[in-house]
């Protein structure tokens, strides 16, 4: 796919951008390698810490301007694309703050001698990474390597490829040297050589399971680590001892957040029949009251899809759930517009030989389950092929906390949408990938865990 610029509220081009050839690749690659054999990579954390303290600085201080190219490009709500650039900051002081911590010798106790286990760098590193959180996506994987001597390589989503050049820039503004982190418009096949090549000892990609398993194959076949952060199917679960009206606001901004593109939405509302249908209706009438419009607009509260062929994908599973069986109880139609936009929808009645059933729907669709007890939420909630986030709600935060520890997913969140903060691992299991971001999980994915042992003979 060509990289371009195109702004999905009228689909107007805005520009296009120059691929980068195999030499350019080349050159990305030689520079990265040789920094991770420099003093700068290998030597002393302290050394690299300064490049993500600047990095914070400059991000919070040109908040409008990179939120403004965030929500022109993909169509994020502009206050949403605010939260994001000030997300990065955060995450960037973070591993500032904390790597070296993290990164510390640690110590065993042992019969063999004086043993302790030592973090180092392990080189160049792949990161291939997504359109609905544009700026978010590559720091988490920058921040954290950068800190432990890692360069990066990139290639971003060929959607967004400003807030990919912003990025890069902002990166070498803060004080990065040569090779530390690369931004490559390249396509799929240079991406497999990228993998391939010796230079190159890691992976990490954030995207859809069809790419999370081909970039996977591809590591393997070179025995290189890989991180994956795919899709996902979320359950909401309602317990009948809730907090309604909390639970329905709560729930559908956890659906209708980045025009439902997210990959632990909400997207699966497991709830109980003593509340399902007063939920239902309020639910209802929340998708009912959204404004959709220009994501720039402070006033709009639902931005269009991020593409052209996003919006038909989503009108194509949409109505095939139908046509096996759901019922459309809202929405379910794209809007005539000249932008992407699709009606917030809801689903109900969705029969396990459904392929909405076990579908992730990127985008404002709700799909509504109701069930009688404890039991039958944990049987639909596991009954997935994806396991990366969750939210429960209920007063009796004793039963949410045994519901929670039952369920298959790598996060859930008692009383508030599945979030995200630099202090807190994100990942999940099945076939929502592998491995852990951010936390102090997040910079050890990537490192050389290295024993050290002095024989006490």
Not at 254 to 281: D, P, S, W, Y
Not at 419 to 429: K, M, N, V
């Amino acid at each position: 796919m060509p990289y371009q610029t195109v702004n999905p509220f009228n689909n107007q081009l805005i520009k296009e951008y120059t691929p980068h050839n195999d030499d350019q690749v080349e050159l990305a690659l030689a520079q990265a390698d040789a920094l991770y054999h420099s003093d700068w990579a290998k030597g002393e954390i302290i050394q690299r810490l300064p490049v993500l303290h600047k990095l914070a600085e400059l991000m919070e201080s040109r908040v409008e301007e990179l939120a403004n190219i965030a929500s022109v490009e993909m169509g994020k709500l502009i206050e949403q694309s605010r939260g994001e650039v000030k997300l990065c900051a955060q995450i960037a002081r973070y591993y500032a703050n904390n790597a070296q911590k993290f990164l510390a010798p640690v110590s065993y106790e042992s019969s063999l001698g004086e043993a302790w286990v030592e973090h180092h760098p392990i080189g160049v590193l792949m990161a291939v990474e997504p359109w609905n959180f544009p700026f978010y996506q590559l720091m988490r994987v920058l921040a954290p390597n950068l800190a432990a001597g890692n360069p990066v390589v990139v290639k971003h989503a060929s959607i967004v490829p400003h807030c990919a050049e912003a990025f890069e820039k902002l990166v070498h503004e803060a004080g990065a040297p040569k090779g530390a982190y690369t931004n490559l418009y390249i396509s799929q096949d240079q991406v497999a050589s990228i993998i391939a090549d010796d230079r190159v000892q890691g992976v990490a990609l954030t995207g859809s399971e069809k790419a999370g398993s081909i970039v996977a194959a591809q590591a393997a076949k070179k025995l290189k680590k890989a991180t994956l952060e795919l899709g996902g199917n979320d359950v909401f679960v309602v317990l009948d001892d809730c907090d309604l009206e909390k639970a329905v606001k709560v729930g559908a901004e956890a659906r209708l957040n980045n025009a439902g593109q997210v990959c632990t939405a909400a997207k699966r509302f497991i709830v109980q029949e003593k509340v399902a249908k007063a939920f239902l209706q309020q639910l209802t009438e929340h998708f009912k009251n959204v404004k959709m419009g220009d994501p720039l607009d402070e006033t709009t509260t639902l931005g269009p899809l991020s593409s052209k062929s996003a919006l038909e994908g989503l009108t194509e599973q949409v109505n095939e759930a139908v046509k096996q069986g759901a019922k459309l109880h809202l929405g379910g139609k794209a809007l005539q517009h000249e932008g992407n936009f699709f009606e917030p929808t809801i689903l109900t009645h969705i029969s396990r030989d459904n392929p909405a059933y076990f579908t992730e729907f990127f985008g404002p669709v709700a799909q509504v389950y109701v069930v009688s007890d404890d039991e039958e939420i944990v049987k639909l909630a596991n009954d997935s092929h994806y396991g990366l986030g969750g939210a429960i709600f209920s007063t009796d935060i004793e039963r949410a906390k045994k519901l929670a520890s039952r369920i298959e997913t790598g996060m859930v969140y008692i009383n508030s949408l599945t979030d995200t903060a630099p202090e807190l691992p994100f990942g999940g299991i099945k076939r929502s990938g592998f491995g852990r971001e951010l936390s102090d999980l997040g910079i050890k994915e990537f490192v050389n865990q290295k024993l050290v042992v002095v024989s006490h003979s």
